[in-house]
């Protein structure tokens, strides 16, 4: 069975700062997708990055990165020059390849402060 | 951009009624999804589907089930609403060739 663990309930930054939260996993699958997924006060989930286990390389989208350690199963995301409009709930995800089957974390609420 | 439409953002009903949440999504995909929200607990899986008539238990089924007659419609349905399936209800769709999971804007169902 796949779990995903986000360790954070809540966290806060300072607009302009920056912030890292936690996500790690566990699996017995070696080919798989990592995602971060933000949900603003709108409900709307948004999809924040994705990446593949197979890439060794961290995948990036704008001020969203993530530090990806497949051996530790730890998949965090590091959100730079915070800005108010970050404030949301984020999900970390697993995604099997075979199935397509998803699962999340329990969430991060994350507040920026101005 | 992939369209993901629940019927209704919020809805209200009693004790014992039959509820249905339905969801439309317009970019072919094959995959569909239902998940409860609840604080604190992430999402949970209720029901998936890969095909049209095709059903599978998610992690907590139990007190729904599920119709997917049409490829772009999943429908979810509570047989006797109970006050503990009060809950934000998301729906989501993917096709197993991007990898991604697209969301509709989700139901808040309150059961009084």
């Known amino acids: 069975a796949q779990t995903v663990t986000q360790s954070q309930p809540e966290m806060s930054v300072q607009e302009a700062e920056t912030v890292t939260l936690s996500c790690t996993y566990d699996t017995s699958e070696n080919n798989y997708y990592l995602f971060w997924y933000k949900q603003p006060p709108s409900r709307q989930m948004i999809l924040v990055i994705r990446q593949e286990a197979y890439k060794q390389q961290n995948a990036t989208e704008n001020r969203f990165s993530v530090n990806f350690q497949k051996a530790a199963k730890s998949f965090s995301l590091k959100i730079s020059d915070s800005q108010l409009g970050d404030t949301a709930m984020y999900f970390c995800a697993f995604m099997k390849l075979v199935g397509n089957q998803f699962y999340f974390g329990t969430g991060t609420s994350l507040t920026v402060i101005p | 951009d992939v369209k993901v439409t629940q019927s209704s953002r919020y809805l209200v009903k009693r004790t014992g009624e039959k509820v249905f949440l339905e969801c439309v999504q317009d970019m072919d995909h094959e995959n569909m999804f239902w998940y409860r929200q609840d604080p604190g607990l992430g999402l949970r899986l209720i029901y998936f589907s890969y095909d049209v008539k095709m059903k599978e238990k998610g992690d907590i089924p139990e007190g729904y089930s599920v119709s997917r007659e049409k490829k772009e419609r999943f429908s979810l349905i509570l047989e006797s609403a109970s006050t503990n399936q009060t809950s934000m209800y998301l729906c989501?769709?993917?096709?197993?060739?991007?990898?991604?999971?697209?969301f509709g804007s989700g139901t808040q169902l309150s059961v009084l």
């Open positions: 989501a769709s993917s096709s197993g060739k991007l990898g991604k999971l697209f």
